[in-house]
Nanobody, 115 residues
Framework: QVQLVESGGGLVQPGGSLRLSCAAS????????MGWYRQAPGKQRELVAR???????NYADSVKGRFTISRNNAKNSVYLQMNSLEVEDTAVYYC?????????WGQGTQVTVSS
């Protein structure tokens, strides 16, 4: 079984930066996806960024040019560098692993952008 633990959330001012980390425990093979999703109150959970084991990435249009996803396969970890944060980025951010058709989720970390 796969377990995911996120860290790095917090309160920042508009224009500030945060770096989220996710550590995964379990057995992983050559081809699997890791990503970040977010959910604001009353809103549907949405994909923020995704990265393959080979390093290919894609981003939601709302975060392109501001967020960067990366991974360390040896550590089974994924990161999200968030710059130029906006109030609209406020949400709970969830780490995700997809392998063999199964999805695994972390507990979530709160990101609040406010003056």
């Amino acid at each position: 079984q796969v377990q995911l633990v996120e860290s790095g959330g917090g309160l920042v001012q508009p224009g500030g930066s945060l770096r989220l980390s996710c550590a995964a425990s379990g057995t992983f093979f050559s081809h699997y996806f890791m990503g970040w999703y977010r959910q604001a109150p009353g809103k549907q959970r949405e994909l923020v960024a995704r990265i393959t084991s080979g390093g290919s990435t894609n981003y939601a249009d709302s975060v392109k040019g501001r967020f960067t996803i990366s991974r360390n396969n040896a550590k089974n970890s994924v990161y999200l560098q968030m710059n130029s944060l906006e109030v609209e980025d406020t949400a709970v951010y969830y780490c995700n692993v997809r392998q063999f058709g199964n999805d695994y989720w972390g507990q979530g970390t709160q990101v609040t952008v406010s003056s």
